[in-house]
């Protein structure tokens, strides 16, 4: 018997057979090819691999995977998933989720997995709309916007995914873009060696109920205004001529324009492994300021929290090297009895 | 028949069987009071049956009417079926205590009170117009008012302790003024001191005192003429211990893990009458039980859902505004033909209900409660012993079948106990598992053709890749179909598979005569009063047979030929009558319910009557 080798995958390993039923032209196939790629290039075998959703559109996505899937009911996916990965913490365990599923309907669940750390990877599709239900607005929805439930405008406040979760005191959370391959690869790629949970936001376009939702993002011309890129150890830049950075000053930060006296040695240098979560919830403010530009990449990447799994069975292993194994007869008999005899 | 001894001083009666009751405020200690009563009792070989019935606030104000938690025991030298209707001792800490129970004293019975408890401030809290003891209205009993506290601390003087911490301690000098009554030893009751204050000596020695001082009291003071003795009782041979419900639910997981081979996964999420499992079960981590206490009860649900989908034995326990919460997870548990087993322990309800007490009228909801057409397996136990035999047996059908399976137990079997024979572990039965492995012609739908259930194929292995999930599947494949014939095929498949689980239970064999009069069909923890009640009714020449439903969904095959022998059928349930509805929808018999809802369970001369009523 020659020693297990893993094998060799493509992305075609990765595929079913099933026929894809996104609409054409939304964001999901850009991320689906990405993750694909990325399975393959892991070095995981592809049974270990459990695709796990809730409801929407984002959800389908276990059916396109070849891997164990399982689509759940609405919310409710990271709960069955830490099922899942305390009963098996040698699996590699996903969650694909989306805007509505995770923050709203299954809010509790998310920041509760987070909390615990438990080691699951949550792919979370942002495209601010409820799209299967056919263009209601979400909890990431810009408050005035339009919709088939809030004609006038809607009225609530949004949530910033990055925000919660980094109140939640998640140890892994990242931005990515759908369209950004490159980028969605590489930042999967470090989601999926984060020991620990890993919230990964993808902004996606819904091209039928919200369309464009990104495009400051997304659109070449605009997006080196509006975006900045993290990139641990380097300070951050942004703008055309990547002139402009952003500085800390006191508890908070500017915009600044280098020139003047203004050097990329005045700037703020990123560092993911920050220990405090206020520096990296300081950045997932700067989408909601006038000005500032809209962070992606990792912004935390703490790693020195135990996972959640290895802490409930490694409390099983102490009892059971403390105790012996339990014998079933001597637990029936625990404490007082007495005999009856014939 | 009572027998008379005639000793120098006393007399001391050998009866059959008594009931006593300790009841006062929820920070009394009745409740570990009644324990150790019925710990002693059932070391002393008696058969029993006990009723904790307390408040669902932690503290109502003291001293108060809400604020009462009580404690029956009845113990006897022959069966014990229910923990008796009235009472022949009563323990009453406070005038709220014996106001809210006197009316359950049998007339001339004994009646221990703490006289101290009923000055003016406490007839007030209380709601007493007038003093209890000075107003003639217990001249029915035989009343005993005893300065539990003077008492009490004049016991502990040696022990330094400041005066709140002596008082803690009066149960203790009731519990022993019990012992001396019934001749009961108290070295059961010391040897649970030692190890319930392991690292704390005083209160070792505090409550020692002070139940040795009850007993001494007792004896020195002949406060009482009488003193009573109750033989063991002939039990079946074996080793026995005291077990309530919760506990037996929760060794029989433990059980059905060991056996199936396979660990015990337990999602739940605090919730009375429910949550003793969780307490219980976090114990076993030396037999690989795992527990998550999760956010909410939808979580505590899907977690075991996923936890069975990988490979354990899911579990998740509640009661029923919890069961609500776990709707839409058992219609996928359904759908996803997953194996799984959810505990409903019934308070009663609607809402928020009563939580600490007894109902059964969560049987609907377990057969029905979901959206679409999803049929799930339902089991209920009779007697908090028959918990441990319906852990294995729910496991085991789950595993078999592919399936969720509820558990209706109700806080009446939770919190009760009774002396229970420890099984042999060889005689536990077999539950076997088998994962599949094989990637040849696997497909996630394929079912066994005997139980129709699909193959357990856990993530993790080799070659059988798969996705299921909550869309409607393609027999087979298992994959998304929203085809009209599919679809038809497969709501027939889920009812037929639950059916064929009636091809593995015991067909309904009356106890008592197998044709009749009157047949008493029913479930749950309604079994003891029911069984007391048919023993005297045939005694008195009725022709009455008694089928208790285990298997509630499915029905055994033959219960409809059963009901055909008898003239009458009757229902007794702690509901507005949902066996009864079932019964006549699905065989169209003229079941009579028989129905109580007040959280308590049923009186032995409740059923009697109604018997009466109907076939005297």
């Given amino acids: ?342 | 028949m009572a027998t008379i001894l005639e000793l120098p001083n006393r007399k001391r009666e050998v009866i059959d069987r008594a009931v006593i009751r300790f009841c006062g405020d929820s920070g009394d200690g009745m409740q570990i009071t009644g324990s150790q009563f019925t710990n002693t009792a059932a070391m002393f070989g008696n058969d029993l049956s006990t009723f904790p019935d307390f408040p669902a606030e932690i503290r109502a104000p003291a001293g108060t009417l809400p604020g009462v938690s009580g404690f029956q025991v009845q113990f006897s030298s022959t069966d014990v079926f229910t923990p008796g209707d009235s009472v022949d001792a009563l323990i009453a800490m406070n005038p709220a205590a014996l106001k809210m129970n006197v009316a359950d004293l049998k007339t001339n019975g004994i009646l221990i009170v703490n006289a101290e408890s009923f000055k003016e401030t406490d007839l007030r809290k209380a709601q007493s117009t007038s003093n209890p003891l000075e107003d003639h209205s217990l001249d029915a009993y035989r009343l005993f008012a005893v300065d539990l506290e003077r008492l009490t601390r004049a016991a502990l003087a040696s022990l330094g302790l400041d005066a709140k911490s002596m008082d803690r301690c009066k149960n203790f000098f009731a519990l022993g003024m019990c012992y001396w009554l019934y001749n009961r030893p108290l070295d059961a009751t010391n040897r649970w001191l030692q190890d319930k204050f392991k690292n704390k000596p005083t209160l070792i020695e505090a409550n020692r005192l002070a139940m040795l001082a009850g007993y001494s009291y007792c004896e020195a003071t002949e406060a009482f003429q009488i003193s009573y003795d109750i033989p063991p009782a002939k039990l079946a041979p074996g080793m026995y211990r005291n077990i309530s419900g919760n506990t037996a639910l929760a060794l029989g997981f433990v059980a059905a893990s060991q056996q199936a081979g396979i660990p015990l996964f337990l999602g739940s999420y605090p919730i009375t009458p429910a949550s003793d499992i969780l307490h219980e079960l976090s114990m076993y981590k030396d037999f690989g039980v795992i527990t998550f206490q999760a956010e909410d009860e939808i979580a505590a649900i899907t977690s075991a859902i996923g936890a069975a989908y990988a490979g354990c034995i899911g579990l998740t326990t509640t009661s029923g505004p919890g069961m609500a919460l776990k709707t839409e997870a058992l219609g996928l548990a359904v759908m996803t033909e997953m194996p799984l087993v959810i505990c409903d322990i019934q308070r009663g309800g609607p809402s928020t209900g009563l939580p600490t007490k007894t109902e059964q009228a969560d049987l609907l909801q377990a057969l029905y409660g979901r959206n679409s057409e999803a049929p799930i397996p339902v089991i209920a136990p009779s007697t908090p012993g028959d918990c441990f035999w319906v852990a294995l047996e729910a496991t085991r059908i789950a595993i078999k079948h592919m399936i969720p399976v509820i558990i209706l137990s109700d806080g009446y079997l939770a919190n009760g106990a009774e002396p229970w024979r420890i099984p042999e572990v060889a005689d536990l039965p077999e539950i076997r598992v088998h994962f599949e492995t094989n990637p040849e012609g696997f497909q996630p739908y394929k079912r066994n053709p005997e139980t129709l259930g699909r193959p357990w194929a856990i993530p993790g292995t080799p070659g059988l890749e798969h996705r299921i999930g909550g869309i409607e599947k393609q027999e087979g494949t298992g994959n998304v179909n929203y085809e009209p014939l599919n679809h038809e095929n497969m709501v027939r498949m889920r009812a037929a598979k639950v059916e064929r689980v009636a091809d593995d239970i015991p067909p309904a064999i009356p106890v008592g005569d197998p044709d009749g009069d009157l047949l008493i069909v029913a479930w749950g923890s309604t079994y003891g009063p029911i069984t007391a009640a048919l023993k005297t009714q045939r005694a008195a020449g009725h022709r009455i047979g008694h089928v208790h439903l285990r298997h509630l969904n499915p029905l055994p095959k033959n219960l409809g030929e059963v009901m055909g022998r008898f003239k009458k059928v009757l229902v007794p349930e702690m509901n507005m009558g949902q066996l009864s509805m079932v019964l006549r929808a699905k065989y169209l018999v003229d079941a009579e319910g028989y129905n109580k809802i007040q959280g308590r369970p049923f009186k032995q001369s409740e059923i009697e009557e109604k018997i009466q009523e109907l076939v005297g």
């Fill in chain 1, 1 to 342: 018997m020659t020693t297990a080798i893993l094998p060799v995958y493509s992305k075609k390993d990765f595929q079913t057979d099933q026929e894809i039923r996104w609409c054409p032209g939304c964001g999901d196939y850009a991320i689906l090819s990405a993750v694909q790629m990325v399975f393959a290039e892991l070095g995981i075998k592809r049974e270990n691999f459990v695709m796990i959703s809730g409801i929407g559109c984002s959800s389908r996505f276990p059916y396109y995977m070849n891997a164990y899937g399982f689509h759940t009911i609405h919310g409710r996916a990271p709960a069955i998933a830490t099922g899942v990965k305390i009963a098996r913490p040698d699996l590699d365990v996903w969650v694909a989720t989306g805007d509505g599923d995770s923050l709203s309907i299954g809010g509790n669940h998310t920041i509760h997995m987070l909390r615990r750390n438990v080691g699951i990877k949550v792919l979370m599709f942002n495209n601010k709309i409820y799209g299967l239900t056919k263009g209601q607005y979400s909890p990431t929805s810009e408050i005035g916007k339009k919709t088939k439930s809030t004609p006038f405008g809607t009225t609530d406040r949004p949530f910033n995914p990055i925000s919660l979760a980094i109140g939640s005191e998640a140890t892994f959370v990242a931005r990515s873009v759908d369209v950004f391959q490159g980028h969605l690869k590489d930042t999967l790629k470090k989601a999926a060696a984060h020991k620990g949970s890993a919230y990964i936001e993808i902004l996606q376009n819904c091209n039928i109920f919200n369309d464009g939702a990104w495009t400051d993002i997304t659109e070449k011309e605009a997006r080196s205004e509006h975006v900045v890129h993290l990139e641990h150890g380097k300070p951050l830049i942004f703008g055309k001529n990547r002139d402009k950075g952003i500085r800390l000053t006191g508890l908070d930060l500017d915009v600044v324009t280098l020139g003047n006296g203004i050097t990329e040695a005045d700037l703020l240098v990123h560092d993911e492994h920050h220990p405090r979560p206020a520096y990296a919830f300081l950045l997932a403010h700067m989408e909601h300021r006038p000005g500032f530009p809209t962070p992606i990449g990792v912004l935390r990447a703490w790693g020195d929290v135990p996972r959640y799994e290895d802490v409930i069975n490694s409390q099983i292993q102490d009892v059971i090297a403390k105790k012996g194994k339990g014998d079933l007869a001597k637990l029936l008999r625990t404490g007082d009895t007495w005999e009856v005899r014939a």
